[in-house]
């Protein structure tokens, strides 16, 4: 499991903000997919391995493959750091 900022890699990091920042919408699943500004996330992989390390989830329930809100966990807020998202606070 990754511990500290200097340990995600640069898709990790631009996924953590985009959610972050409220631009990223989740399915509601157990392998989740990612929509970023409306547009489908490139890197699914990604998207799943940061939703089962708990650091993104879906802000509401919804149905089995419905669009919902995603949000960062204090546990991601916690990986990417304070640093990771200008102009929010941790």
């Not at 990754?2 to 157990?30: D, F, P, W, Y």
């Not at 996330?41 to 998207?47: E, F, R």
């Not at 329930?61 to 919902?68: I, L, N």
């Amino acid at each position: 499991m990754l511990g500290s900022q200097e340990e995600l890699n640069h898709r990790e990091r631009a996924t953590l903000r985009a959610v972050a920042l409220g631009k990223a919408e989740i399915t509601c699943s157990s392998e989740p997919d990612l929509f970023v500004d409306g547009l489908a996330c490139c890197d699914q992989s990604t998207v799943h391995r940061l939703a089962r390390l708990g650091w993104i989830e879906p802000t509401v329930s919804g149905k089995r493959g419905e669009r919902v809100p995603a949000r960062i966990t204090a546990l991601g807020r916690t990986v990417l750091g304070a640093t990771g998202v200008p102009g929010r606070a941790a």
